[in-house]
């Protein structure tokens, strides 16, 4: 019995890029088809996509930031002044109602630190530059780098040595011509 024909309409199959991030307003999600990366963000009950084709992408870029070192300064800070106020007070009651917040305090520090170095992770386009804010780690980053990078190749596959230096010759050729002078404004053509 012969296959049925794929249906040309389906829909694409995306597949899930692990973490999601916020901006403060919206949550963002990232999901990859098979020809496009899907951008997801969410504010309360509406959603908006944007597709970046594989072939129009231009960059990935990944740096490193600080944010996860001031979040384990901040969440340190508030433990320590946690633990003073603990030993400053003397009595039970006060190593209890010092005691909680301690123990959020270093909970959050551990996941902070856990999760890894922090990163801002943009995608370039000819036409536009977007933060994605769900790759917010450099594991993550790695790992969606990793997904990313043979649908790229794929996409845009590379130039053959022959051609790239037929391009450079033909920009430097057109770079290098001299073009005639525009008419100087408010002079009479003779």
């Not at 530059?129 to 790759?135: F, G, K, M, P, Q």
Request: hydrophobic fraction near 45%.
């Amino acid at each position: 019995m012969p296959e049925p024909a794929a249906n040309p309409q389906a829909p694409p199959a995306y597949k899930k890029v692990p973490g999601s991030g916020s901006n403060f307003i919206e949550r963002i999600k990232l999901y990859l088809a098979p020809d496009h990366l899907l951008y997801v963000s969410g504010a309360g009950f509406s959603e908006t996509y944007r597709r970046f084709y594989f072939r129009d992408i231009h960059a990935v870029t990944v740096r490193k930031s600080i944010t996860g070192a001031l979040f384990n300064a901040l969440w340190g800070t508030l433990l320590f002044f946690s633990l003073i106020g603990a030993l400053s007070s003397g009595s039970a009651e006060g190593w209890v109602g010092w005691g909680i917040p301690a123990t959020l305090f270093i909970c959050l520090l551990l996941v902070n630190v856990l999760r890894g170095p922090t990163c801002v992770s943009e995608i370039h386009t000819a036409v536009q530059t977007r933060r994605l804010y769900s790759v917010n780690r450099l594991r993550r980053a790695e790992r969606f780098l990793a997904l990313l990078r043979p649908l790229l190749l794929d996409a845009q596959s590379p130039i053959p040595p022959e051609e790239l230096r037929q391009r450079i010759d033909a920009a430097r050729q057109t770079a290098f011509t001299t073009t005639a002078a525009p008419p100087v404004i408010g002079q009479n053509p003779q």
